[in-house]
């Protein structure tokens, strides 16, 4: 089960700063902590419903209902164990906005 985090200026989830490697997310920072990601577990790309995406029509900004990517990652924040402290985070890149968010952490 996944927890989605609250929305952020008109938007699900929690700014954060990601190092990008070439396949993806290699660790990331929330607040003052860092997680080192240790697998990438999935990656795909979300688009809007269609009923969001007609702007012309009264729907939503172009910026909500781009494409985003996702990965969905396993990760530990640094210096601790992985077998006993890992965690399952979502992290899209908003390309529109040049950042990145966390949102969901799986349970």
């Not at 989605?4 to 989830?13: F, K, T």
């Not at 702007?55 to 985003?68: F, I, K, N, Q, T």
């Not at 979502?90 to 906005?97: E, I, K, M």
């Amino acid at each position: 089960m996944g927890r989605v985090l609250g929305e952020v200026v008109g938007r699900a989830g929690e700014e954060v700063q990601v190092e990008r490697g070439p396949l993806g997310p290699v660790q990331f920072w929330r607040g003052q902590s860092r997680y080192v990601v240790g697998e990438l577990l999935d990656s795909w790309v979300e688009t809007a419903p269609w009923w969001l995406r007609d702007a012309e029509a009264g729907g939503a900004s172009d910026d909500l209902v781009a494409p985003r990517e996702v990965w969905r990652v396993e990760a530990v924040r640094a210096g601790r164990s992985r077998m006993s402290f890992a965690g399952v985070y979502d992290l899209t890149w908003d390309a529109a906005g040049n950042r990145w968010w966390l949102v969901r952490v799986h349970d």
